[in-house]
């Protein structure tokens, strides 16, 4: 069941439409964090404009999706090879 939610990122308000309880929980999750980045990058870095701070932001959390998904691809390979590995080992159980 869809719901209409609000969500405020930078001072800003977002009318969303959340498809189920987990996915509004996941939108004001992802809120709370920009929210947050947002209010360090605004100390770290005064002056700077909003759509600036939001843009390394976006860069920021991208990279780190980014490295996150070579390290999950990374053990998906280690679970292949040790799947393969299993294998081998069992067969050869099985053969003794």
Do not use: C, W
């Amino acid at each position: 069941m869809d719901q209409k939610i609000s969500i405020k990122i930078a001072g800003r308000m977002f009318n969303l439409t959340a498809t189920s309880p987990e996915a509004e929980e996941l939108y004001r999750n992802a809120a709370d964090i920009i929210n947050q980045r947002y209010a360090d990058y605004t100390r770290k870095h005064p002056g700077k404009n909003v759509s600036d701070l939001l843009s390394m932001i976006a860069l920021n959390e991208t990279v780190l999706r980014l490295q996150q998904k070579k390290e999950i691809d990374g053990l998906k390979e280690d679970e292949k090879l040790l799947a393969r590995d299993l294998e081998r080992y069992l067969q050869d159980f099985g053969t003794k």
